[in-house]
């Protein structure tokens, strides 16, 4: 009889462990505050075995294997959150020119080293709170450009504002007795 969890038991198991590997990681994922940029909020939130892991990359024993091994082997390496390859079919090979953090693969592999579209759709994932990056930056840029109601208007908005009786000129009291004298 066929039994597949038999036969495929070595790949089921490292697909299990690669699997409670994000789960862990993704559990463990520190909260990002806004007074770091954008790549190290990415770095932070998104671990270089989990952009390997979603990009075809295969775990085993600490080692890596990209999807383009011609080979086979597991030549690439984590370390201080940093890969490091030294098979040269893989994209992220750096011929000694170092080592790449989880933004610089993310560059590399999702976005073809294009940093200006890697760094357009991080600013749309990488989270703030409940915010994404883009939306905290936003809300910051209008806080910080948009002028006040009063900058816009102030001098209509004086012009216009009754000046109801009994009060000093400037102080404008919403009182009962002042509205129904203002509509009667």
């Known amino acids: 009889m066929f039994d597949s969890q038999v036969i495929f038991k ?36 998104f671990p270089v075995g ?62 073809g080293s294009n940093k200006s579209s890697a760094l357009k759709m991080a600013g749309s994932i990488v989270m703030v709170g409940n915010k994404t990056w883009n939306q905290v930056k936003q809300k910051e840029y209008m806080e910080t450009t948009s002028p006040t109601v009063e900058e816009m208007f102030g001098d209509i908005i004086k012009s216009r504002m009754p000046i109801f009786p009994d009060t000093k000129e400037g102080r404008n009291l919403a009182t009962n007795e002042n509205l129904l004298a203002l509509i009667s």
């Open 10 to 45: 070595d790949e089921l198991d490292l697909l299990d462990a690669q699997e409670l590997t994000i789960v862990a990681t993704n559990k463990a994922m520190a909260k990002t505050d806004n007074t770091e940029g954008l790549i190290g909020a990415f770095n932070k939130q």
């Open 50 to 111: 989990e952009i390997l892991l979603r990009n075809g990359y295969l775990q085993n024993n600490g080692k890596w294997k990209s999807p383009l091994s011609t080979s086979g082997s597991f030549a690439g390496s984590i370390k201080d959150g940093r890969f490091h390859t030294l098979s040269e079919s893989d994209n992220l090979f750096s011929n000694g020119g170092g080592a790449h953090d989880s933004f610089g693969i993310y560059t590399t592999l999702e976005h």
